[in-house]
């Protein structure tokens, strides 16, 4: 993560991106703060750690640039959402143009156990309040379904948590990753 970190930095497409590394747990954001630190030189810059949702709000704003360390817990709402999660849609959904047979009962079900850290993203993204991006929650991708996905931005967002730290699942999401890539 932190090479490809500093690539994207020194992509000059990229006009001096400001990245935020999103994790679910403290432990984790932790950890990645503290190697992206001891690898400042390579990065060209030095990482900030978010201490609390003000602080994060502060980092936030400013024009560009920096890598930016924070947990889901500080995007959350301050209240919980008065509308429900959408379910029941019917089948006019925009599904990328695939033939989504037999993924769309398990879509479904994905999204009936969603984890928390899928929860709480979705609670942010959904209702296009991120940027007014309109996003689709467990889209079929190829053969592949996805957390989350921005037809608009041609953005796949997963949230690869523990499920996916057995060495099977990280083939799996390989493939995922690199066909993702493929198609742009």
């Given at each position: 993560?932190?090479?490809?970190?500093?690539?994207?930095?020194?992509?000059?497409?990229?006009q001096n991106p400001t990245l935020v590394?999103?994790t679910d747990r403290n432990d984790l954001?932790?950890?990645?703060?503290?190697?992206?630190?001891?690898?400042?030189?390579?990065?060209?810059?030095?990482?900030?750690?978010?201490?609390?949702?003000?602080?994060?709000?502060?980092?936030?704003?400013?024009?560009?640039?920096?890598?930016?360390?924070?947990?889901?817990?500080?995007?959350?709402?301050?209240?919980?959402?008065?509308?429900?999660?959408p379910s029941g849609r019917g089948s006019?959904?925009?599904?990328?143009?695939?033939?989504?047979?037999?993924?769309?009962?398990?879509?479904?079900?994905?999204?009936?156990?969603?984890?928390?850290?899928?929860?709480?993203?979705?609670?942010?993204?959904?209702?296009?309040?991120?940027?007014?991006?309109?996003?689709?929650?467990?889209?079929?991708?190829?053969?592949?379904?996805?957390?989350?996905?921005?037809?608009?931005?041609?953005?796949?967002?997963?949230?690869?948590?523990?499920?996916?730290?057995?060495?099977?699942?990280?083939?799996?999401?390989?493939?995922?990753?690199?066909?993702?890539?493929?198609?742009?």
């Open positions: 993560m932190l090479f490809f970190a500093a690539r994207v930095i020194r992509e000059p497409a990229m590394v999103l954001d932790d950890q990645l703060f503290r190697q992206f630190q001891r690898c400042a030189d390579i990065l060209g810059q030095t990482s900030i750690q978010a201490a609390d949702r003000a602080h994060l709000r502060e980092l936030l704003n400013r024009a560009s640039g920096g890598v930016i360390f924070t947990t889901l817990q500080k995007f959350a709402p301050l209240e919980p959402s008065p509308r429900p999660s006019e959904q925009y599904r990328g143009g695939f033939d989504f047979s037999g993924l769309k009962a398990e879509a479904r079900e994905l999204r009936a156990k969603q984890t928390d850290a899928e929860s709480l993203l979705w609670e942010l993204l959904r209702d296009r309040k991120l940027a007014g991006a309109k996003f689709r929650r467990q889209h079929q991708f190829g053969e592949y379904i996805t957390d989350f996905f921005c037809n608009d931005a041609k953005l796949v967002v997963e949230c690869d948590g523990a499920p996916h730290a057995t060495p099977e699942r990280r083939k799996i999401d390989q493939k995922r990753d690199a066909y993702s890539s493929r198609k742009g």
